[in-house]
Nanobody, 115 residues
């Protein structure tokens, strides 16, 4: 099982930026892929962005052009750069990692965007 530790959440005004970080306990370059999900109150977790082992990325439509997923193999860290944040981006953000044994999740970090 891969342990994932997220950081970088917080309170930001509408239009502002935040960068989330996720540090896995496994070597990031050996993971099949990683991603960010978010969960709104009372809703199921939904996909935000993913990055494969070879660096291909995917974004949910509502974040395209505003969010950027990336990873730094040297720092063994996954990032989610979030720009032009909107109040509707307010959610708990979760990092995940895919391995041969399945998907592991971080504990989540709260992002709150005030209007």
């Amino acid at each position: 099982q891969v342990q994932l530790v997220e950081s970088g959440g917080g309170l930001v005004q509408s239009g502002g930026s935040l960068t989330l970080s996720c540090a896995p306990s496994a070597t990031i370059s050996r993971l099949y892929g990683m991603g960010w999900y978010r969960q709104f109150p009372g809703k199921q977790r939904e996909l935000v962005a993913t990055i494969t082992g070879v660096g291909s990325t995917y974004y949910e439509d509502s974040v395209k052009g505003r969010f950027t997923i990336s990873r730094d193999n040297a720092k063994n860290t996954l990032y989610l750069q979030m720009n032009s944040l909107k109040p509707e981006d307010t959610a708990v953000y979760f990092c995940c990692a895919d391995t041969a044994y399945g998907r592991d999740w971080g504990q989540g970090t709260q992002v709150t965007v005030s209007s």
